[in-house]
């Protein structure tokens, strides 16, 4: 049996309690003796801003992700690869409106050399390479975004298993506890019901027995006056 599973610890009282506490004997010695009152003022004061500043600090280191996780590195890796899938979608984007410009501007300009439009052709040629370029590496980094997805989704699935885990532990460790909590709940039900039958049937016994004593006494009363007639 499992003592300390419903073992809570004693209930200590917040922190405010006992510096007001110290501030009232502070100001009660303060009638006896100011320099020491004063004294014991500012080390209150020092002592509460160094309190809610370790606080604070052990908050932030708290709130502080582990870079040694592997749940954080796959989630900055997947951030990582949908920021620079968008960044390349962008500049593919802003190539195909230069390669739309550009042959607008060529079937606009009639009085064009032929050097001119060779050279514009070929710059759109460029261009759409760097285009195809930029595409595929978009695509590269949404499949490696896809696949991170992926892995942080089963590694969420793990961190699940182990945290109902824990779950099941802490219930499998209360289980014999409650099973002598049922047994004692048991035992002072059958107890009570046994006593309450009790009672019903003393209370009923003495019911009728009042009722026939009763009965006799009216008979007794009855006979004598059927005597006196």
């Not at 040629?125 to 499949?143: C, I, P, V, Y």
Request: a negative charge.
């Amino acid at each position: 049996m499992s003592a300390s599973a419903n073992t809570t610890g004693p209930n200590h009282p917040p922190p405010l309690i006992y510096i007001c506490l110290y501030f009232l004997a502070a100001s009660l010695l303060l009638r006896f003796s100011l320099g020491l009152g004063v004294m014991l003022f500012l080390i209150g004061v020092v002592g509460i801003i160094a309190y809610f500043s370790l606080a604070w600090f052990r908050q932030r280191r708290a709130e502080r992700p582990d870079v040694t996780d592997i749940g954080y590195r796959i989630k900055k890796r997947y951030e990582d690869c949908k920021t620079k899938e968008e960044h390349f979608r962008t500049e593919a984007e802003n190539i195909r409106q230069s390669i739309a410009t550009l042959r607008d501007d060529v079937d606009r300009s009639a009085t064009a050399g032929t050097q001119e439009v060779e050279r514009a052709q070929k710059l759109i040629t460029e261009l759409e390479a760097e285009f195809n370029l930029r595409h595929a590496k978009a695509s590269f980094f949404a499949d490696c975004a896809t696949k991170l997805k992926a892995l942080q989704d089963r590694h969420q699935l793990q961190e699940s298993i182990a945290a109902r885990k824990r779950e099941l532990e802490t219930l499998r460790s209360t289980n014999f506890d409650d099973e002598a909590t049922l047994e004692e709940t048991r035992y002072h039900l059958e107890k009570d019901t046994i006593e309450l039958d009790t009672i019903a049937e003393l209370s009923r016994e003495a019911f009728v027995s009042f009722k026939a004593e009763q009965a006799e006494e009216l008979r007794i009363r009855l006979e004598k006056l059927r005597a006196e007639l």
